[in-house]
């Protein structure tokens, strides 16, 4: 990172030319140079001094494309921390990067609603889509009746029965309260159907895509119309082959197959099972057996960079009754079958000689049957078995209207997987609220997907932290075009504010709406919003109609205003809420033990968050054993199941991940606790155990340190003790995510004991070698 000055009035013509790295000429840096000081100068003019004065001069810069997309990142950097040098957070809250205008305020969904709704619902106190927007977030959360029956007709909804009422709330048995009561439909159909609000036409794009390696060739596209076609096609195909009701698997790639098969399984009354193509043969195994499955559908291989990686027998390890084999390339599979299995090509081949190809007559059901089942970890090493309603997708598509701005004309792409919420939550987002939706058949690492996101003229791109990170490091996307996309959104992990920075750049600072949710609650519970000012990681408000507390170490709320770090506790009317899990009490996991908040039992989520200064939100960590390692979820249960089991030689392990303090993925640390008369070199136990998680976990798991712990002594009868440490490695002020740590003790597994943990941080043992000599 190029090194920032004291002040941006220091900022000059030589530190921005050695910035650009010799690819800005010196008529360049005099004109940016030029423009920042007309941009201070009228600050100043305006706003007088103060550490206030940085926002006014990054907005003047921001609004004023003072820097290019093409710049270097390094010169986007100077800036940026030049403008933010003496900001102070603690008393302002994080520095702001984008800001909101009035008048493209009032041209998004959001506003366009408050426009039309704002003066009957708020009466005077309603002023405009900015000022007003925290007023009517409020008004959402206390009449969740109104805001919904509202929302319902900005959807491409179709009843076949209507709903009695919004919400309901007589059965006390049910927290959450009863929603759209009585009513019936499909939501397959809705997807499908032409709409007149929101615009969609038989004619209109409804998928476009690319394979990976077809850069030169013009991406492929698919009207609405065409889509039906294909997903009746193959539902008739299920109806022949499966009983109402019956749960059926998608482990492949998130391609346009993958997606015809989602919406005909719905479609046709059956249930999906989702299950990500990343995961071991073990892991596919218990989601079949815990959802009961009938078939799964997949691939015979997968293919990313060039090069094929087996599915089918991956799959067919995990023992399903019967599997529907699709081919990575071209129209045969690639490899032998079992007898049970099939081909997709056999397995539509009766359907296309059908009388009446392209009629089938949905799977009409109440509003509250499950269409799909996904899995969330669990701490106990059993996934938890979430089903999906028929009003997840309300209330998903809901937030992409609102919240990140999707709607008709728009091209949404968002690299993903149909077996992590992500991927049913982008389909439902796009056929829902009439936008086009966005495919890459390959690996979204590369400058192919890069060429992607240009050609297809993608407008709304999402990611996850660890991509973006790729895609600054190696500086892949460097040249291509961008500025079509109008907002980015992130989810999955903590975001680093660098990389953020990096990202909005490529659009001349596009926000980067952060979200952040669960799969039990079908949508975003914090997240950002296009009529508010952003902040690079970090959540600008609630979602629509959420009650969200923090509560302190006594279970006490925080007051609203109050900056703060706590547990959090939902509100339980949250419309596409579960009420139910497959695989484990409900109640027990979402209510047992919480307090109550004005007359209701809070929900539980498990994040810590904190509230900044001016109210934005920033995820600390889980209340709980829950990892986010790249991305997806697990527990430290889970990783550690794997680990004692990975060596004769282990005595205990101790999983921990650790999130950096400016942002970014979290880090998977294992301490080793060896049996007596081994010695193992750590080096070598990284390497044992991070192919054992990858073999039974997941792949994309990494080991980022290990430590063996050697101190070991018996303070009395019956308990152990150790002295853990996160070393310099870590950076000393990284936060711990194990509650094993964070509560300093953990039950041995199996054995009448108990440890205490020592947490040694950096500011006591400078470096590994240190904890060694010293520590111990």
């Known amino acids: 990172m190029a090194l920032a000055p004291n002040n941006i009035d220091q900022l000059s013509i030589d530190d921005l030319r050695r910035a650009g790295g010799g690819g800005l000429s010196i008529e360049e840096a005099q004109h940016i140079h030029q423009l920042i000081k007309q941009a201070v100068s009228k600050v100043k003019a305006e706003a007088g001094g103060g550490q206030l004065m940085a926002r006014e001069v990054w907005r003047e810069v921001v609004s004023s494309r003072v820097l290019k997309p093409n710049h270097p990142h390094a010169l986007h950097q100077l800036v940026y921390y030049s403008v933010y040098a003496h900001w102070d957070a603690s008393v302002h809250g994080p520095p702001l990067y984008w800001f909101p205008s009035l008048h493209d305020s009032k041209l998004t969904n959001m506003g366009r609603i408050m426009e039309t709704h704002g003066p009957r619902l708020l009466g005077t ?23 919904w029956s509202i929302i319902l007709k900005e959807l491409a909804l179709t009843f076949r029965v209507s709903p009695k009422c919004i919400l309901d709330t007589t059965d006390k048995s049910r927290p959450g309260g009863t929603w759209l009561p009585g009513s019936v439909l499909n939501i397959a159909e809705c997807c499908l159907l032409p709409s007149s609000h929101p615009r969609k036409e038989d004619d209109s794009c409804a998928i476009v895509w690319r394979d990976e390696g077809d850069d030169d060739s013009d991406v492929n596209r698919m009207t609405l119309k065409q889509l039906r076609e294909q997903v009746v096609l193959v539902a008739n195909a299920l109806e022949r082959s499966f009983r109402k009701g019956d749960a059926i698997a998608i482990d492949m790639p998130m391609t346009v197959n993958a997606v015809i098969i989602y919406l005909a399984i719905v479609l046709a009354g059956f249930v999906v099972v989702s299950i990500a193509d990343s995961f071991a043969a073990k892991e596919i195994a218990t989601r079949l057996r815990v959802s009961k499955a009938k078939a799964i559908f997949t691939q015979d291989f997968i293919l990313r960079g060039g090069r094929k990686f087996p599915l089918y027998s991956r799959v067919v390890e995990a023992s399903p009754d019967k599997t529907i084999v699709l081919p990575a390339i071209g129209n045969d599979v690639g490899i032998q079958l079992r007898e049970q299995d099939i081909s997709w090509k056999d397995f539509l081949a009766h359907d296309k000689q059908h009388s009446r190809p392209n009629h089938f007559t949905p799977a009409y059901l109440p509003i509250d049957s499950a269409i799909n089942i996904l899995f969330s970890s669990g701490t106990t090493g059993e996934p938890k078995a ?22 008709v004309g728009d091209v949404y792409c968002w690299p993903t997987n149909l077996g992590w919420v992500m991927g049913p939550i982008l389909l439902f987002s796009c056929f829902l609220t009439g936008a086009t939706l966005a495919l890459y058949h390959g690996s979204p690492l590369g400058r192919g997907f890069g060429n992607f996101v240009q050609d297809a003229g993608v407008t709304v791109l999402g990611t996850v932290p660890s991509l973006v990170k790729t895609w600054k490091n190696t500086k892949c996307m460097e040249g291509l075009d961008w500025t079509k996309i109008k907002s980015f959104a992130s989810t999955g992990e903590a975001s680093n504010v660098d990389d953020d920075l990096w990202l909005s750049s490529k659009s001349y600072y596009k926000p980067v709406i952060e979200c952040c949710g669960g799969t039990e609650l079908s949508s975003c519970y914090i997240i950002g919003s296009p009529l508010q000012p952003q902040a690079f990681g970090a959540f600008s408000t609630a979602s629509m109609t959420t009650g969200v507390v923090i509560l302190d170490e006594h279970g006490v709320p925080y007051p609203d205003d109050k900056a703060c770090v706590g547990e959090v506790g939902l509100l339980p009317l949250y419309l596409g809420a579960t009420d139910r899990l497959l695989n484990a009490d409900h109640e027990d996991v979402y209510f047992k033990g919480m307090p109550t908040f004005k007359g209701m039992r809070l929900r539980r989520h498990g994040d810590i968050l904190k509230r900044t200064v001016g109210g934005y939100l920033v995820v600390q960590g889980r209340a709980d054993d829950t990892m986010n390692l790249g991305g997806i979820k697990t527990s430290s249960v889970e990783i550690e199941r794997v680990c004692d089991r990975a060596d004769e030689s282990i005595l205990e392990t101790a999983a921990v991940s650790v999130a950096p303090p400016d942002g970014g993925p979290e880090l998977l640390v294992i301490f080793v606790v060896l049996k007596e008369g081994f010695d193992k070199q750590p080096g ?93």
């Not at 900015?130 to 009449?143: G, L, P, W």
């Not at 309300?394 to 709607?407: D, F, M, P, Q, W």
């Open 125 to 147: 106190s309603y002023k405009d889509p900015i000022a007003s927007f925290n007023v009517f977030r409020d008004f959402s959360v206390h009449h969740p009746e109104v805001y």
């Open 386 to 407: 979430i089903p999906w309603t028929q009003l997840s997708p309300i209330r998903c598509s809901s937030e992409a209207l609102t919240h990140i701005n999707v709607g």
């Open 684 to 776: 070598k136990l990284k390497t044992v155990f991070s192919k054992a998680i990858q073999t039974n976990l997941n792949p994309l798991f990494k080991v980022r340190f290990l430590d063996v712990l050697i101190s070991i002594h018996m303070s009395r009868p019956g308990m152990l003790f150790l002295q853990l440490s996160i070393t310099i490695y870590l950076n000393r002020n990284a936060r711990i995510q194990n509650s094993k740590l964070k509560s300093f003790s953990l039950a041995l597994r199996n054995k009448q004991k108990h440890i205490e943990i020592l947490l040694i941080t950096g500011e006591q043992c400078e470096d590994s070698a240190r904890v060694s000599q010293n520590c111990f």
